[in-house]
């Protein structure tokens, strides 16, 4: 509560359950133990669940009574994780289709993935995002964040955001970069400005590997770099603000403090796709 | 004896399939020794999980360049410090295929990824070219009449040229310089949004290959050629 809230400048913190069941005995962060959380500052936190197709029938039921316990408006899917013989999941597989539209059915629409590297089979690229473009098309009235902005295949999901509206990029993991790499972290975030616009990219500190506090503070103070301006332009303090919160917030109906909301509609209109599939 | 200046030479064609860059200039060579036309050399990557398609590519291409040295006779590579070092080091010891040194966990050989890689390797190659050709005032619509036989001779044109030529795409004086990965030209009026993807693809690349020198450097305790510690 002290790093997030009273020196962090948090309003309202998403948590984001991962269960990696496999490795912890209790879970790295699940629902339940979030909840705890919750409860005793309901206004602080929103809460999100998961799911994991591979329990089928009885989780997409578990899973439905999380949603009717909780009331969660996110889940957070983690696609790498292992289970027993199984060494990740599709969102196209037939059980988390079944999944997805579950969500839509229950309201639960925003879905946050962390692709982790494709464990098989092992020919393919370890960091194919494929499925996300196709359940995007698939379930267009659900939001998928993708968690890491894709990365290390930013071009990847460039390609995937400028094609489908409902896909956005979330920052955690990358944001440090902004103090290894400024440089860096100024061509990824204006490459993310450029094909998925400011109205989707949303901020992230992954607390507890980084804390929320210094991440704000450098961000608020971050300039693209005056040599790359001409090419990348600027960082101007209302896209700061949308991807710092605003963003987050009509994703999550968060009310936003007075005077702090900015205008939609700054997201790039590409009506020529780009002419180079790389992937196909 | 073969001079040492031959192998480095033959492992200096080996890239990384994703980076572009020679496993040489990386620093992925960590030992090189060579008896009587027996050679052994070590790669080291820069993390215990690295993607081991790719590194098996590496260590398969590794051993195939040296094997070209005339007088080298037995070529032995040893991938070290990886989670699948026993697997590829003996399967490719062994020259068995990548479905045969990982059984039940690959359903294909590597063709196609390596394929898709060399792709965005091109497109990046010519959007630098490009960039170059430009210079600080032109527009990319200009460079729809552009043919091979314009190109300058600058390291930006050979690089470029190498690739296409490896991807089999026309090499005729005529032919033109902008063309998607599998060939087609670019229209003009598209080239701008054309190198403006391959521009992304070139920062993904550019991050990924600082983000390995930065983690081999740490990991090695070796200088880290751009200075950062991650």
Not at chain 2, 184 to 206: D, K, M
Request: charged share 25%.
């Amino acid at each position: 509560m002290h790093d997030l809230f009273e020196i962090g400048y948090v309003d309202v913190g998403i948590f984001q359950p991962t269960y990696l069941s496999d490795f912890y005995v209790e879970g790295f962060n699940t629902t339940e133990r979030d909840a705890v959380l919750k409860e005793k500052h309901p206004d602080k936190f929103i809460l999100n669940t998961s799911f994991d197709p591979r329990y089928e029938q009885q989780g997409l039921e578990e899973f439905e009574e999380k949603v009717r316990r909780w009331n969660p408006k996110g889940v957070k899917l983690y696609t790498a994780e292992w289970k027993g013989d199984s060494k990740g999941w599709k969102l196209t597989d037939e059980w988390a289709l079944k999944h997805l539209q579950k969500c839509l059915d229950l309201g639960v629409t925003n879905i946050h993935i962390h692709k982790g590297p494709t464990i098989w089979p092992l020919n393919k690229d370890a960091f194919d995002v494929s499925d996300v473009d196709d359940v995007a098309t698939t379930f267009t009235d659900l939001k998928f964040i993708v968690e890491h902005v894709g990365l290390p295949r930013l071009e990847d999901f460039c390609w995937i955001a400028v094609q489908e509206p409902n896909v956005f990029g979330g920052l955690a993991v990358a944001m440090p970069f902004i103090y290894t790499r400024p440089r860096y972290f100024a061509n990824l975030i204006g490459e993310l400005l450029y094909w998925a616009g400011e109205d989707r990219i949303l901020f992230s500190s992954d607390y507890a590997l980084w804390q929320p506090k210094w991440l704000v503070e450098m961000f608020v103070d971050f300039q693209i770099p005056e040599d790359m301006q001409s090419e990348l332009g600027e960082l101007t303090p209302n896209i700061k603000r949308k991807i710092l919160g605003v963003n987050a917030a009509r994703l999550y109906d968060i009310p936003i403090p007075e005077g702090m909301d900015v205008a939609d509609g700054t997201t790039p209109e590409i009506t020529d796709k780009p002419p180079v599939p790389v992937g196909t | 004896m073969i001079e040492r200046a031959a192998l480095l030479a033959a492992l200096s064609k080996v890239r990384d399939p994703e980076l572009d860059e020679p496993l040489t200039d990386l620093g992925f060579v960590s030992a090189l020794e060579e008896d009587e036309g027996r050679v052994t050399a070590r790669l080291r990557l820069p993390t215990y999980f690295c993607a081991p398609n790719f590194a098996y590519l590496m260590v398969t291409d590794a051993k195939k360049a040296l094997l070209s040295i005339p007088g080298v006779t037995e070529v032995n590579i040893v991938l070290e410090d990886h989670f699948a070092s026993d697997e590829i080091n003996s399967g490719v010891g062994a020259n068995e295929s990548f479905r045969a040194t990982f059984e039940g966990l690959a359903n294909d050989e590597l063709g196609e990824l390596r394929a898709l890689f060399n792709r965005k390797a091109f497109l990046v190659r010519q959007e630098k070219l490009c960039r170059e050709v430009l210079g600080a005032g032109g527009h990319p619509e200009d460079l729809s009449s552009l043919r091979l036989a314009d190109l300058p001779s600058s390291p930006a044109a050979e690089r470029y040229l190498e690739r296409r030529a490896e991807l089999g795409l026309h090499m005729s004086p005529g032919a033109p310089v902008v063309v998607t990965a599998n060939g087609t030209r670019v229209a003009g009026t598209r080239i701008e949004e054309h190198l403006r993807f391959a521009r992304t693809i070139r920062i993904s690349v550019e991050g990924n290959a600082g983000l390995c020198r930065g983690l081999l450097a740490t990991r090695y305790g070796i200088p880290d050629p751009e200075g950062v510690t991650i």
